[in-house]
Nanobody, 124 residues
């Protein structure tokens, strides 16, 4: 069983920045992603990274503001969030795919294990 430990959430004013981290308990990583869920909505894709090729993917609403990166030596993925907006408020979840992607990178079934979530609140 792979465990994911997230950190870095919190309360920030609009226009501010936060950096989320997610450490996996395995080095057998094919891809890692970040999803988020705002109150009353479904979970949505935010960003993903392919571990070996360093390819990155973003949902349109965060392009130019968020950056996903990874440290393979630490089996850790990061999400640098700049120019935060109130609509970015959500619980952010990281997820890992260990044996390839059976579905597109932006959909939940591609990932086998999930973190517990970390709250990000952006005040206006």
């Amino acid at each position: 069983q792979v465990q994911l430990v997230e950190s870095g959430g919190g309360l920030v004013q609009a226009g501010g920045s936060l950096r989320l981290s997610c450490a996996a308990s395995t080095f057998s990583v094919y891809a890692m992603g970040w999803f988020r869920q705002a109150p009353g909505t479904g979970r949505e894709f935010v960003a993903a990274i392919l571990w070996s090729r360093d390819n990155t993917y973003y949902t349109n609403s965060v392009k130019g503001r968020f950056t996903i990166s990874r440290d393979t030596a630490k089996s850790t993925v990061y999400l640098q969030m700049n120019s935060l907006k109130p609509e970015d408020t959500a619980v952010y979840y990281c997820a890992v795919a260990t044996n390839g992607l059976g579905y597109p990178v932006a959909v939940e079934p591609s990932y086998e294990y999930w973190g517990q979530g970390t709250q990000v609140t952006v005040s206006s």
